[in-house]
C-alpha cells in the first residue's frame, strides 16, 4: 500500500502551520536593517560600503523570507496561526521586559555610554531571563562589554558614546584631552 492512499476512517493530514512567533525575528531584522542603514550614511566611503552591504543583505533575507512565507500562506501550501505571540506570565513578562530593556539601552547610551551601558543591559536581560548565579550574571556581561569596548574603541577607533563613567576616565588619565 503506497503512502499516498488513506484509510477511509483516517482523518486528512493538516497542512503545515506557520506561527506568528516564526515572523518575529525577520520583521525585527527587517527594522533594524532599515535603522542601521540609516545611520549609516555620514561614515567614509570604505566604512559606509561594508554598512551597505551588511545591512543590504540582512534586508534582502528578512525580505525574502517574508515574501517565500506570504507565497506559501496564499497558495494554500501552509496555514497561519497567531498562537500566543505574546505568550502569558512569565514569558510575557520576559519577552516585553527585554524589549523595555533594549530600548532603555539604546535611550540611556548617551548618559551611560557603550561599555557601562552594555554591562548594564546584559546584566539586567540575564536577570529577567532567570540567571540567578552571580558568577556568569556578573562576569559574562563583563567580558562582553569589555570585549566589545576593546575591539570598536581601542582596535577600530569608533566614536562610541563615553557616558558620563568613560569621561570620567578620560579626564583622570589624560586621555580626554
Known sequence: MSEQTQDAGAAPAEKPALDANELIIPV????????YISTIWD????A????LLLGVSVLVLCILFLLRSLSA???GRITFKVGEVFGTGTLFVRRFGTIAL???????MPIFGFALGTFLFL???MALLGVRVWKPLVGVPFILAATGYLLFVVALRSRLPEGVVGRLVGSLTGAGN
Not at 559606509?48 to 554598512?51: E, N, V
Not at 533594549?102 to 540611556?108: D, I, W
Open 48 to 51: 559606509k560600503m561594508s554598512g
Open 102 to 108: 533594549a530600548a532603555l539601552y539604546v535611550a540611556l
Open 123 to 125: 546584566m539586567s536581560a
Open 73 to 75: 500562506i496564499g497558495a
Open 43 to 46: 561614515l567614509p566611503w570604505g
Open 28 to 35: 525585527a531584522g527587517l527594522i533594524f536593517a532599515v535603522y
